[in-house]
């Protein structure tokens, strides 16, 4: 008896710094495609709140379907778990999307991103001071090096105007941003990728239903033919790209992710999503990439392999 239940018990999870590492950089490319995507629906009509919507909505009730039918087993929740599942839907969600596109709206784009990317300092932060876990000299430089790449790709000095509902709103999509990786970090521990993503994009759909409700949402735009790039597609098809390749996929894959590397790691690796964003809407949509652009890039993956060099001292 002893024998067979040895041979039927599952294998204890064991951490691949190398697996966790192409997780992060395969979602960070699929997260790069929301912009080149979304962009188009956007100047087709749709207002950013219900562009989130449309995104969080779909890919929550996607997830929610397939996981019922094929992994039922991973929708089973504990009452303890319940508060954590809302603060990484909440926050890793929604919080991310909606208050990034207000920051958006208001202040330039370039600061925009900058302030949503601040989660690797933030975390970092975090982790030394509510975890009191030392981290590396060298790793603090690597951050501090691929914030300088990153504020290079976004051109933080063109158009800088100061709005103080915008900055907050920035800073704000930065803290959620951490909150991802860190709850996420947490959640990952005792729960199986797939049932956390999916409660998670329940929950972010919740949110975004009561800021854009889908009954405000153009639902006869969709079916409008717009311009992307050099060509020409439904507006329907923009979207299911949106809610497959920009959301679903790169979610799960980051999440992932999360079981192989430590949050501080894993966020500053994320920091390729804006480099692979640009150099997508560079060949695919024809936007000028600067050389300052491709010297932050380079910096910024410098920074990058920095922190990945040193994280085997964090846990």
């Not at 629906?41 to 909505?57: D, S, W």
């Not at 997830?63 to 094929?70: D, Q, V, Y």
């Not at 300092?121 to 030392?134: D, E, G, H, K, Q």
């Not at 910096?299 to 040193?310: C, H, K, P, R, S």
Request: hydrophobic content about 55%; charged content about 10%.
């Amino acid at each position: 008896m002893t024998t067979e239940l040895a041979a039927v018990a599952p294998r204890p999870h064991v951490p691949h710094r190398g697996r966790g590492s192409v997780l992060v950089l395969a979602s960070a490319l699929l997260f790069s495609t929301s912009g080149i995507l979304g962009k188009p629906t956007m100047l087709a009509g749709l207002t950013p709140e219900q562009a989130a919507t449309l995104r969080i909505g779909f890919a929550g009730l996607l997830l929610l379907a397939g996981t019922a039918l094929f992994a039922p087993q991973t929708l089973k929740v504990r009452r303890g778990e319940w508060p954590m599942l809302v603060a990484y839907g909440l926050l890793g969600v929604a919080g991310t999307q909606l208050l990034y596109f207000i920051a958006a709206s208001r202040i330039p784009v370039g600061i925009a991103i900058l302030l949503d990317f601040t989660s690797p300092v933030l975390i970092a932060l975090w982790v030394r001071f509510v975890r009191r876990t030392r981290l590396p000299r060298a790793m603090w430089g690597g951050i501090a090096l691929a914030m300088a790449g990153l504020a290079l790709v976004a051109q933080v000095w063109e158009g800088i105007s100061l709005d103080t509902v915008g900055l907050l709103a920035g800073l704000g999509a930065g803290v959620c941003s951490a909150g991802y990786f860190l709850i996420g970090e947490r959640a990952v521990a005792g729960r199986d990728p797939l049932g956390l993503v999916t409660w998670g994009m329940v929950i972010g759909t919740v949110v975004v239903c009561v800021v854009a409700p889908p009954w405000t949402v153009p639902w006869p735009l969709l079916a409008d033919a717009v311009a992307f790039g050099p060509w020409t597609t439904p507006l329907w098809l923009l979207v299911v790209g949106v809610v497959l390749l920009s959301t679903v996929f790169p979610y799960l894959l980051s999440i992932s992710a999360l079981r192989h590397l430590p949050a501080p790691v894993a966020s500053v690796l994320g920091l390729a999503e804006p480099v692979l964003a640009t150099v997508l809407a560079w060949a695919l949509l024809g936007e000028a990439l600067t050389w300052p652009q491709a010297l932050g890039a380079a910096i910024l993956l410098g920074g990058a392999l920095l922190v990945q060099a040193n994280s085997k001292t964090v846990t």
